[in-house]
């Protein structure tokens, strides 16, 4: 059975704060994690963006988008975006955290942003951006069964990860992967504590160390 003020205190342990204020400019973007808790199990919700959209048109991901220059920091970029795509009110997330930034392979600097919401939620999909909104038992992303694996891409952070997730609400399959699978894994892992059953490729004890690493090392490169 898990809980939100059990899970917020493990979460918040992994807030970055100002640990990060020394990185160079570079080009931000923020995700939001939506978590809620449905009968002691922790849940989070995931969308389809749009086949109309010029980039990653029918991929799964988190709510999120690139920062503008009006947003005041990432938190508000995350929840920005996630009431442009999806409806939910900036003021019905209680934010938990904001986790180190991963560096995507378009070159965004990418900070996820983890928050509960209400079970009772009723996404509204902005079809410009949005073709679909579903819910994931956060503990999926933990088990091999619908997972593989295989060696990254250009620009992706250790192991490239897929899912295959079966809504038993609607019976549609989604193709979870690349960098909102990585994410997804890391939230998984901190909130549940609890190891995947898969090789990660970093330590799940201390998943800010590789993190770290990867970062400075490609923007090295810039």
Known sequence: MHNREATTAVLKQFDIGDKFS?????????????LFVRSGRLYTLMTVRST?????GGEVCF??????????DDVHTALREAEEEIGLPPDDVQVVCSLFPIINKSGLLVTPV???????????????????????????????????????????????????????DSGNQ???WGLTAVIAILVSTLALRKKPEFDVGYDTD???????QVLHRKISKL
């Open 206 to 212: 201390d998943p800010l160390s590789f993190f770290q």
């Open 52 to 56: 109309e959209l010029r980039t990653g």
């Open 174 to 176: 989604y193709h979870i």
């Open 22 to 34: 020394y990185l160079p400019s570079l080009p931000k973007a923020s995700v939001l994690i939506p």
């Open 114 to 168: 983890v928050g509960f919401i209400e079970e009772s939620f009723c996404p509204c999909p902005n079809p410009a951006e949005v073709s679909d909104v579903f819910s994931v038992p956060l503990d999926f992303f933990t088990r091999e069964k619908n997972h593989h694996s295989a060696y990254s891409a250009a620009g992706m952070v250790g192991l490239m990860h897929f899912f295959l997730f079966l809504d038993p």
């Open 63 to 72: 709510p999120g988008g690139k920062r503008d220059v009006s947003d005041r």
